[in-house]
């Protein structure tokens, strides 16, 4: 299984970035799938997360109504697209897969994960 992430980049506070997460050697449409962030010196966090089907959406309070996740299950794909970008957005952020029906916001509970893509929002 692989997860290869991408889109991230410098952008100043209050732009947008739309993160990509593209999937192989998996059935891509029976795993939930996830984005997480790890900022220096912080534990990895949730952010957002989709069900199989796309239609149940689920994120973190302190991106609602500035990120929004989606999929493409015929191209295995998951995206990210972040809007109002804060400096405290700022961080290496990671897609994760997991054989479940339901988002989980705890990483161990993902099966895979991609190598990160770092997003940095200059103030």
């Given amino acids: 299984v692989q997860l290869q992430a991408s889109g991230g980049g410098l952008v100043q506070s209050g732009g947008s970035l739309?993160?990509?997460?593209?999937?192989?050697?998996l059935t891509f449409s029976r795993y939930v799938m996830a984005w997480f962030r790890q900022a220096p010196g912080k534990e990895r966090e949730f952010v957002a997360g989709i069900s199989w089907t796309g239609g149940g959406t689920y994120?973190?309070?302190?991106?609602?109504?500035?990120?929004?996740?989606?999929?493409?299950?015929?191209?295995?794909?998951?995206?990210?697209?972040m809007n109002s970008l804060k400096p405290e957005d700022t961080a290496l952020y990671y897609c994760a897969s997991r054989k479940q029906v339901v988002v989980a916001t705890t990483p161990t509970l993902y099966d895979y994960w991609g190598q990160g893509t770092l997003v940095t929002v200059s103030s």
């Fill in 18 to 25: 739309a993160l990509s997460c593209a999937a192989s050697g």
């Fill in 59 to 81: 994120y973190a309070d302190s991106v609602k109504g500035r990120f929004t996740i989606s999929r493409d299950n015929a191209k295995n794909t998951v995206a990210l697209q």
